[in-house]
């Protein structure tokens, strides 16, 4: 099990966060384009080297984020239309996101065993999410699949 705490950068031009260890050290940093479009984010490790790439499809209904990671198929998350709450479907993994997103305080299965869970930690400075990573391997794609989900959800508020 592995437990990262992403932090957003509150005065930043560009969304940009910080996934740090238990320890509070470094081991993620994310960077958000600032006037591209489409927008897109990129994950780096802790020596500042490009690990991955999430990129808004922007003729898209509902938002749609592909995130490439070097010799990984292409992932694509997918906001499902829905009146309630949102809900998202990642592919080609079997991944359901289930909770209360609205509050980002949910979990991630994949073939209905738990992977990881997303909390949001409430009165922080900027957003600052407690991830649990119960599947090492997926680590990297959980940590995207946050930002995007975060990403998507800011939007979505904005445009209201």
């Known amino acids: 099990m592995i437990k990262l705490y992403l932090k957003q950068k509150i005065f930043s031009a560009a969304e940009k966060f910080?996934?740090?260890?238990?320890?509070?050290?470094?081991?993620y940093y994310v960077e958000g384009s600032l006037f591209n479009a489409p927008k897109s984010f990129v994950l780096k490790d802790s020596n500042q080297q490009p690990l991955a790439k999430i990129t808004k499809k922007i003729l898209a209904f509902l938002p749609k984020f592909v995130v490439e990671v070097p010799d990984e198929p292409k992932i694509e998350i997918k906001k499902k239309?829905?009146?309630?709450?949102?809900?998202?479907s990642i592919t080609p993994q079997n991944f359901q996101v289930q909770g209360d997103l609205f509050?980002?305080?949910f979990s991630v299965t994949e073939n209905k065993n738990k992977i990881a869970q997303i909390h949001k930690k409430a009165l922080s400075w900027g957003d600052t999410y407690e991830i649990t990573i119960l599947e090492q391997e997926k680590e990297l794609l959980i940590v995207a699949l946050v930002v995007t989900i975060d990403y998507a959800l800011a939007e979505n508020t904005t445009q209201l």
């Open 18 to 27: 910080t996934v740090a260890n238990q320890a509070g050290q470094p081991v």
């Open 81 to 88: 239309f829905s009146l309630l709450k949102p809900s998202y």
């Open 103 to 105: 509050s980002m305080n």
